[in-house]
Every structure is written in structure tokens, then in C-alpha cells.
């Protein structure tokens, strides 16, 4: 199942590129592309290939992989969606995988000059939440208050964008029951899954 956002612009090969990676190793479950001219920071093995997450701009997915975990979850809507679907392919035992090689032209909205992040930052606070009822550890509370400290008290954000966290904040506790609903079976750690990879710490 090829994942592609519709801002986006193949390079030549890429598809193909992603296919015989997807193939040398049944156990890939997901495997994305390089986005130009701007990447998502994210730890990588340039050994393997394994990363903490794929992004969902140009992603290829294994169907079974996909099936196995129940696909995405659409109450991340917008952002976070493709964070928890890896985490979630990592602990059923599938691998995602980087694949530099292979290179997609991402138009993303966000480098057009004055660009208004209002609902990109609506959703991304809201759903990094969502990523650590679902995944976080007893151990990284801290990063949850420095998640929130960040965003609510720091200058880099302004007082339209912190209203809409307050907003965000308030709005998320309503999903907490559902988020964590069945999350005995997401409850297990693993190397890759790291909230530091996600906006949690951006």
C-alpha cells in the first residue's frame, strides 16, 4: 500500500526504490522515503535503515503490517497519525525502515513565507498528548511537564498559538478514554519507540 501526500512530487525511482527494500526483508512494515528540501529530524541506523518512525507524506506499508495493528487511528487527524502507527508496527513486531534513496519533492505549506500555523498547532499539541497516554512510561513524566512548559510559558510561541494549546489541552480529555482503551496491548517499551523523535521535544 503506497502512502502519498497530495503536496508531493516523486523522484524518479523512488517508488521502485521503496518496493525492493520492501521486499529484501519480510519483515519490513513500513519503509519511507527522503522528503526534500526539508526532512523530518528523526534518529535513523545507517546500517539497517531502522528509524523510529516513517513518515506518512511517501510511505510504502505492508498490507498485513497495516491490517495486523488496525491501521491508523483517526482520531489522530493531521499530525501524529503516522508516529503511532510505527510505534505500533515496532511492538507487533514489524520493522520500519528509512530509505534514504529514494526522494520525494515535499511542497509542504509551511515554507511559504507567513505561513499561519493555527490548526498545525492546534493538532500537534494535542496529539503528542494522545502519543504519550498511549506510549509514555511512568520514567518520562518529565518529559510531558517540559512538553508542556515549553509551549505554554516560552516566547517562541505566541499568545494566538497558546490560546489554541489551552484549547488543545482542554479539548484532549475527552479522547483519554478512548486513546487508552485496549492499551495493555501498546503498553510494552521498545528501542525504537522514543517520545524524544516526536514534537514532544521540538
Same mark, same amino acid.
Given at each position: ?27 519490513? *512494515? ?40 488496525? *491501521? ?20 507487533? *513486531? ?44 511512568? *520514567? ?63
Amino acid at each position: 500500500m503506497f502512502l502519498l501526500n497530495p503536496d508531493t512530487r516523486l523522484e524518479k525511482g523512488c517508488l521502485e526504490t521503496l518496493l525492493a527494500k520492501a521486499s529484501s526483508d519480510p519483515r519490513i *512494515g513500513i519503509c519511507d522515503a527522503k522528503q526534500l528540501p526539508r526532512e523530518h529530524p528523526k534518529a535513523w541506523d545507517k546500517s539497517t535503515g531502522e528509524t523510529s518512525w516513517c513518515s506518512g507524506a511517501a510511505a510504502l506499508v505492508r498490507r498485513e503490517a497495516f491490517d495486523q495493528v488496525g *491501521g491508523f487511528d483517526e482520531r489522530f487527524f493531521m499530525y501524529c497519525e503516522d508516529v503511532d502507527l510505527s510505534w505500533k508496527l515496532w511492538l507487533k *513486531g514489524w520493522k520500519c525502515i528509512y530509505v534514504p534513496t529514494a526522494i520525494v519533492r515535499h511542497f509542504t505549506q509551511d515554507l511559504a513565507p507567513g505561513k499561519r500555523r493555527t490548526l498545525e498547532n492546534y493538532f500537534s499539541f494535542r496529539n503528542s498528548l494522545f502519543l504519550y497516554y498511549r506510549f509514555g512510561r511512568k *520514567g518520562e513524566r518529565a518529559v510531558l511537564w517540559s512538553f508542556l512548559r515549553r509551549r505554554m510559558l516560552s516566547g517562541a510561541y505566541s499568545l494566538r498559538s497558546k490560546a489554541l494549546f489551552a484549547i488543545a489541552l482542554v479539548d484532549h480529555i475527552r479522547y483519554i478514554p478512548v486513546v487508552l482503551h485496549g492499551g495493555k496491548e501498546w503498553e510494552h517499551s521498545h528501542t525504537w519507540i522514543r517520545l524524544s523523535e516526536t514534537s514532544l521535544f521540538q
